[in-house]
C-alpha cells in the first residue's frame, strides 16, 4: 500500500475533529442539566439532552473506527479487507479512510 502517510494524515485529522466534536456536545450536555427550578424549561433541557446524545452515539463510532485504522496502519493491515484479506480499491479509502470491507464485500453485505 502506498501513500499510507497520507491516509494517516486523513485519520489523524478526522479523529482530532470528532474528539473536538465529542467533547463540544458532551459540555453542552452537563451544561444544560444542572438546572432544575422550572419545569417547563427542564423539558426543553431533557429533549436537548436526548439529541445531543443522540448526535454523539454515531460520532462514537466513527472514532472507533478511524482507531481502528490507525492500529491497522502501525501494525501494517492497513488497506486490507476484514473478509477476504484483499486490498481495498485506494478510491475506496480515499472517500472513507476508516473503510475495512473492499467494494465487493460491502456490496455483499
Ligand atoms: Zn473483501
Same mark, same amino acid.
Given at each position: 500500500?502506498?501513500?499510507? +502517510?497520507? *491516509?494517516?494524515?486523513?485519520?489523524?485529522?478526522?479523529?482530532?475533529? #470528532?474528539? @473536538?466534536? %465529542?467533547?463540544?456536545?458532551?459540555?453542552? $450536555?452537563?451544561?444544560?442539566?444542572?438546572?432544575?427550578?422550572?419545569?417547563? +424549561?427542564?423539558?426543553?433541557?431533557?429533549?436537548? *439532552?436526548?439529541?445531543?446524545? !443522540?448526535? %454523539? &452515539?454515531?460520532?462514537?463510532?466513527?472514532?472507533?473506527?478511524? @482507531?481502528? &485504522?490507525? $492500529?491497522? %496502519?502501525?501494525? !501494517?493491515?492497513?488497506? #486490507?479487507? +476484514?473478509?477476504?484479506?484483499?486490498? %481495498?480499491?485506494? @478510491?475506496?479509502?480515499?472517500?472513507?479512510? +476508516?473503510?475495512?470491507?473492499?467494494? $465487493?464485500?460491502?456490496?455483499?453485505?
Amino acid at each position: 500500500m502506498k501513500d499510507l +502517510e497520507r *491516509f494517516k494524515v486523513a485519520l489523524l485529522e478526522e479523529k482530532a475533529r #470528532l474528539e @473536538k466534536d %465529542i467533547k463540544e456536545l458532551g459540555d453542552y $450536555n452537563m451544561g444544560s442539566s444542572d438546572d432544575d427550578r422550572h419545569g417547563e +424549561e427542564k423539558a426543553d433541557e431533557v429533549e436537548e *439532552f436526548m439529541n445531543a446524545a !443522540g448526535e %454523539i &452515539a454515531p460520532l462514537q463510532e466513527r472514532l472507533e473506527e478511524i @482507531k481502528t &485504522a490507525l $492500529n491497522k %496502519i502501525d501494525g !501494517g493491515a492497513y488497506g #486490507l479487507c +476484514e473478509k477476504c484479506h484483499k486490498e %481495498i480499491d485506494e @478510491k475506496v479509502l480515499e472517500a472513507a479512510p +476508516e473503510s475495512k470491507l473492499c467494494q $465487493n464485500c460491502k456490496a455483499a453485505e
